[in-house]
């Protein structure tokens, strides 16, 4: 099906529901299909605007998602009126529940060895006949040609329908990116949903998460590492997004 959606700032983000974005994700699966998904939030948005090949990697992806209010408030403001925020860990739960159901397997890849660990109990907890194919933890370098040959045949021997990978923006999206044609799986780029699904983050309470406040309590829990991500990123995306809409209007009145 032909993808809809539009452009944010430089990187072209899909209006989908939630019903329609694990639909998706569970067919490509079902078929190991070699496909990826970028889930976009501000940071992400703006880092096209200044990273060429970040930029042609969610550009490329087979599927962009709304992470962060404002990206999901951006698509409204641009002709999608009841699109929703698909974001990261609640993408990576709801695709799990539908693969315990389905008898689809999961695979891991990213983050620490412990925190994998943490992870496999929480979710064996909680999704007991969840099929978990594999969980890996990469060094913290880049691989030799023939280490990432060894990963990815470990990937595709293990029967993965969907891999889910945890290893940051923007390096997580150029992974992808690299390997669709490689790995026989979906893609899923989750960021940190794996410290929080494992319980080494903790995550915003609901009320802050419904209200698109879920940066501001990171914010909050780690002002140091975050103030110049959140405050630089944030201030860029709405002066970026306001020069779109008024460049839209523009070219509107002209035509």
Not at 96 to 105: N, P, V
Not at 167 to 186: D, F, N, T, Y
């Amino acid at each position: 099906m032909p993808r809809k959606g539009e452009a944010v700032l430089e990187a072209f983000i899909d209006a989908l529901t939630w019903d329609e974005a694990l639909g998706q994700i569970t067919q490509w699966g079902a078929a190991r299909e070699s496909r990826y998904v970028c889930i976009c939030n501000v940071h992400s948005v703006v880092t096209t605007t200044n990273d060429v090949e970040f930029k042609i990697a969610v550009n490329n992806a087979d599927m962009a998602t709304p992470d962060g209010a404002p990206i999901a408030w951006a698509l409204r403001r641009l002709g999608h009126p009841s699109q929703e925020r698909i974001n990261g860990p609640d993408l990576m739960m709801k695709y799990l529940a539908e693969a315990e159901r389905l008898g689809q397997s999961v695979f891991f890849y990213g983050s620490t060895e412990s925190t994998l660990t943490r992870l496999r109990v929480a979710l064996n907890g909680k999704f007991p006949a969840l099929r978990i194919a594999g969980m890996h933890s990469p060094p913290f370098r880049a691989l030799s040609r023939d280490e990432d040959d060894q990963i990815v045949d470990a990937i595709n021997a293990s029967g993965a329908n969907v891999v889910f990978v945890g290893l940051g923006c923007p390096k997580q999206e150029k992974w992808m990116a690299e390997h669709r044609g490689r790995i026989r799986s979906v893609m899923v780029g989750v960021g940190a949903a794996f410290d929080y699904h494992a319980g080494v983050v903790k995550r915003a309470p609901l009320w802050w998460q419904r209200n698109g406040l879920e940066w501001l309590y990171r914010l909050g829990s780690e002002p140091r590492r975050l103030f110049k991500r959140y405050m630089v990123t944030n201030t860029l995306f709405v002066v970026g997004f306001v020069r779109q809409m008024v460049n839209t209007k523009l070219a509107l009145s002209e035509a």
